[in-house]
């Protein structure tokens, strides 16, 4: 059964920081690119953060560029992502995905990721 479990949300003030984590089992996608999605209430799923298959490249949404970081530990099969100075916009379910490729100009769109986790409450009070 290949299974993500993202952990890490919970409740924090404005400009606290976050670390979000995926784990993966019943396979390794240290082959594939991964990335975070975030869907606030009433909204659609939205791009927040992309990774390569070696770490190497990143990508960030521009509300999010220069707050949040992603990266990967191949070792343990986990995602992360590190989310400072939070704003109350922040607030939404985070969900980590595996992408079909290891990196493409496609890389911002949840259609072509094929395996989700089932989400984690990030919530940020004003």
């Known amino acids: 059964q290949v299974q993500l479990v993202e952990s890490g949300g919970g409740l924090v003030q404005a400009g606290g920081s976050l670390r979000l984590s995926c784990a993966a089992s019943g396979r390794t996608f240290s082959n594939y690119a991964m990335g975070w999605f975030r869907q606030a209430p009433g909204k659609e799923r939205e791009f927040v953060a992309a990774i390569g298959w070696n770490g190497r490249s990143t990508l960030y949404a521009d509300s999010m560029e220069g707050r949040f970081t992603i990266s990967r530990d191949d070792a343990k099969n986990t995602v992360y992502l590190q989310m400072n100075s939070l704003k109350p916009e922040d607030t939404a379910v985070y969900y980590c995905?595996?992408?079909?490729?290891?990196?493409?100009?496609?890389?911002?769109?949840?259609?072509?990721?094929?395996?989700w986790g089932q989400g984690t409450q990030v919530t940020v009070s004003s």
């Open positions: 995905a595996v992408h079909s490729a290891m990196w493409t100009t496609a890389i911002t769109m949840k259609s072509r990721y094929n395996i």
